[in-house]
């Protein structure tokens, strides 16, 4: 069974930093994309970042400069290191195992970012 267990949310200022991090159970983490998506109540899910099996990344163009995404496969953890944080960047944010298409295999619980003005 394949379980995402995402941490690493909550209240900061604009301009602050967070660093998200997604711990993937189960063998299939190296050989697979893993990502950061999140949505807003009431609109479509965005994809954030995603970095491939071999280390290749993908950023969506309202977060490229600010956010960083990594990957660790010796502890099947996924990061998300935010920087210059924006009241936009609010969201409930998750971690999946899938494509950049969001074509997606498994995603996890979501967690909670706010940014305040």
């Known amino acids: 069974q394949v379980r995402l267990v995402e941490s690493g949310g909550g209240l900061v200022q604009a301009g602050g930093s967070l660093r998200l991090s997604c711990a993937v159970s189960g063998t299939i983490f190296s050989i697979n994309g893993v990502g950061w998506y999140r949505q807003v109540p009431g609109k479509q899910r965005e994809l954030v970042a995603h970095?491939?099996?071999?280390?290749?990344?993908t950023y969506s163009e309202s977060v490229k400069v600010r956010f960083t995404i990594s990957r660790d496969n010796a502890k099947n953890t996924v990061y998300l290191q935010m920087n210059s944080l924006k009241p936009e960047d609010i969201a409930v944010y998750y971690c999946?195992?899938?494509?950049?298409?969001?074509?997606?295999?498994?995603w996890g619980q979501g967690t909670q970012v706010t940014v305040s003005s």
């Open positions: 970095i491939t099996s071999t280390g290749r990344t």
């Open positions: 999946y195992v899938g494509d950049s298409q969001l074509r997606l295999k498994y």
